[in-house]
């Protein structure tokens, strides 16, 4: 597993439009950008405003990143069926690979990635909105890998949303990083 | 004083542009350059200037015609549909002269193409002209979202000191991308007074100015005498390339833009799997590093072009490496799928250098 | 005996000739022009966008700052330069095939936006400058080089009225159609350049002038049968007078 000490987290997140990837590398991008000398985000989605593959790759990094775009990133982090396969080839050996599996049935058969089996749609439901599955992945993959601390994107909701969007839904955004990062230290081996 | 923040390629552009104190914007909607739009119509009227939305990428490129005319900062921003479509206008403006910057998102294929994706396939339409009547642009290819918001202000420097068209050429990929960026206002020489702008008489001590054909109303010889001068000039004293470890390397890589950043990665991990290999990046498109390529070719055994094309860089690069070594070309058939959102990774290019060295 | 100046060249003229076709109507019009601009007393502030064809040249005649384009981009040159110098008096002067064919877009949309500038706009039934071919304002059953059986409107449809079109938009403050085919209308012709562009220096909104202009080398016509043609066909096609004078426009904005 990655420890803090590393100079580099690459993580890409990918999902259907609307089930808010972008908004999980740019919180990420943003509050990383608070602790990391060089960040890149690169989005993908389709020229239409719904329904596409939407996929997402966040660099936080000490030294200069060559390229925002990566084949075999680091983490992939799968909230749709339909890409699993493609990005489970593509991590790199002794990557991680976080699957929600509320929605995602089939299991990872690689054996030198370390993979996280989360009910991020579950939790989120149980949280009162499905669609904060995007920050339970985002608060587990904190936990997983202690990029930066769940603080640090707390900070960024208040920036971005705070007196824009109702204080109920706000708080619901920072439980459900809370709970994401209950997921997967439940799940911790060391 | 230098201030941080994160930004997309897009907003960087239109950053760099009003940094550079341009208060003029003429746009039409487009993907993928529709933040650039967005961004200046907010902050344009906070600074006394102008965001207006045109009628279409052809009137929008008529009204940075007339808008430079005014002798104010002027741009608009497009992908590569709406670019065709200003092409009449860009021609009429390197007949007047007309300084001005179009930021030139670029989008994949010919007709719609992909409909708003990654694509590196204007590059013969952006530095042969594009347009009728023999003439050039300069054409600025940045790499990171950095050089977005610098070479943003730097094309308003050039067109004004040369009174010509600036194209900025990002693509999807740089447009989308999102980095920190030093909010730095950059330092250029001083420039001519606009004597010739064209502003009522009464503010010019009334002399009038009159932006017409030079080729009806002056000598035809002397029109293309004066151009292709100038154009001399800029190719002396303007041409740019960025030499990333091609010193002494057996492959040298040429690629620009969005594909130079996959291409440095691939050059560093070809580095640390202890192969030669650098990048020579053409950060002018137009004028092109013909010398430059010229010379680290003599001093490599192969070239590597890299371009998100069929090949139209390669044409450059052939043309200047003049067989003196062989030039592959790693194209449009390496992206990772055959669908719109296929892009050419690092790891695909690293694979290509191994096969090559 | 004292000899006084009653008539010389207008001050704002450059050269000492045009380059018109005899009998054209386009170098009276242009006199109508200068007189305007003299007595607004607008030069120095003037700016004028010429276009393709027969009007190209005039950005050489006038004494003021002038551009142009060809293919009838005129009103969105002049849109740009009157957003970033509002103080200044922009005005085209265009060909009715730059305004109903090919540049009909720009010129639409330039009166949509409620662009405070005025169009000078040339009918002369035909395209002048490149011989003679079909315009959109061609009169039906007139042989032209591109219809030599005479225009048919089923087949090149209907002749257009930009002044009758451009009076139901909002932002049109003034809209008229006039001729210069004789001294009377002359006068009436002025008058209508002059509200024009009163018009803009009121800042009230879009102004279009129309003006009917003989082609006799295109009609194949004598000067003198040219002002017979516009009494007896155009001005049946082509009603002069205005069409839209009003001196301000609602701009209010509903809040959402």
Known sequence: MEKKESLLFQVTITGLGGQGALLFGQLLAEAGATRFKNVSFFPQYATVMRGGESECTVTLSEEEIDSPLVFEPQTAVVMAAPQLKQFEKRVVSGGMIFIDSSVITEKIERRDVKVFYLPATRAATELGDTRVANLVFLGAYLAATEAIPIEAVEEILDKRFKGRIKETLLSLNKKALRAGAKLVIGKRED | MAEWILSSGNEAAARGAIQAGCKYFFGYPITPQNEIAEFLSEELPKIGGVYLQSDGEGAAAYMLFGGALTGQRVMTATSSPGFSLMHEAISHMAMVEAPAVIIEVMRLGPGAGTGGQQGQTDYRQMTKGGGHGAYRNIVLAPYTVQEIFDFTQLAFYLADKYRILVIVATDFILGRMTERVNLRSLNFPPLPAKDWALKGKDQKDGKSDHHMSALVFGGIPEFFQHQTEKHQRIIEEETRVENYQAENARLIIIAYGSTARAARRAVNIARKNGLEVGLLRPITLWPFPKEAIKKAASRAEKVLVVEDSPGELVEDVEAAVLEQVPVHLLGIWARHHSGPSGLIYPERIFQEIKALI | ?256
């Not at chain 3, 089923?154 to 079109?165: C, I, K, S, V, Y």
């Not at chain 3, 909002?170 to 024009?196: D, E, I, M």
């Not at chain 3, 194949?220 to 002069?240: A, N, R």
């Open chain 3, 1 to 256: 005996m004292d000899r006084q100046l009653i008539y010389g060249k207008p001050g704002l003229l450059t050269g000492p000739s045009l380059h018109h076709c005899p009998g054209c109507h386009y170098g009276i019009i242009l006199g109508v022009l200068f007189e305007v601009i003299e007595e607004l007393d607008i030069g120095g502030r003037a700016i004028a966008v010429t276009g393709g064809g027969c009007t190209a040249r005039w950005a050489r005649y006038l004494d003021i700052d002038t551009t142009g384009g060809i293919h009838g981009p005129g009103p969105a040159i002049a849109s740009a330069i009157k957003r970033i110098y509002p103080e200044s008096i922009v005005f085209v002067a265009q060909g009715d095939g730059e305004q109903g064919a090919i540049g009909l877009g720009y010129f639409m949309n330039s009166a949509l936006r409620a662009e405070k500038i005025t169009i000078m706009g040339f009918n002369n039934a035909c395209f002048g400058t490149t011989g003679g071919q079909m315009a959109p304002t061609t009169l039906l059953g007139m042989k032209t080089s591109t219809s030599p059986l005479g225009r048919n409107p089923q087949t090149e449809g209907f002749p257009f009225h930009a002044p009758e079109l451009i009076a139901t938009i909002k932002g049109t403050a003034y809209a008229a159609r006039v001729s210069v085919h004789t001294s009377a209308n002359r006068q009436r012709a002025k008058a209508a350049l002059k509200t024009a562009f009163q018009k803009q220096i009121d800042g009230v909104g879009f102004s279009l002038v129309e003006f009917i202009a003989a082609c006799p080398p295109n009609w194949h016509l004598s000067p003198g049968d040219c002002l017979k043609f516009i009494e007896e066909k155009m001005l049946v096609e082509f009603p002069l007078g205005d069409f839209k004078n009003v001196d301000t426009i609602d701009y209010s904005m509903p809040v959402f």
